[in-house]
C-alpha cells in the first residue's frame, strides 16, 4: 500500500488545517495538498494526504472514509500514480506533410 491517499468530494471551504486535523488520529501526516485551478485559483475539490506509514494510511481510509467534513461526505482512497499525459495540444489532424507512406485512391470505381 502507498503512504499518499485521495480525498474526494471536498468542499471548497476545506482547509489544510481542517484535514489535518480529521487524519491525525490515523498517524502521523507528512503533507496534505490541496491544488488549485489555474484559472480561478479556487480549490479543485480534492487533496492529498500522506501519511507516515503504510499502516497509517490504511487507518485514515478506515477512519476518514464516509465522514461529513463542512457538509460533504468525503471520499478517501489510496492515490493512484499519474498517468503519463499524451503531446500537449497540437494534433496533426491530417494536414501537412510527414511520411505516412503511401497514399490510396480512395474514389470508388463503380
Partial sequence: MNNKLYVGNLSYDTTESKLRELFSPAGTIRSVSIPMDRMTNQPRGFAFVE?????DALKAIKLCNGQMVDGREIKVN???PMEARSGGGSSSGGSGGGDRGPRRNTQSRW
Avoid at 51 to 55: G, K, S, Y
Fill in 51 to 55: 501519511m507516515e506509514t503504510p499502516a
Fill in 78 to 80: 489510496e492515490a493512484k
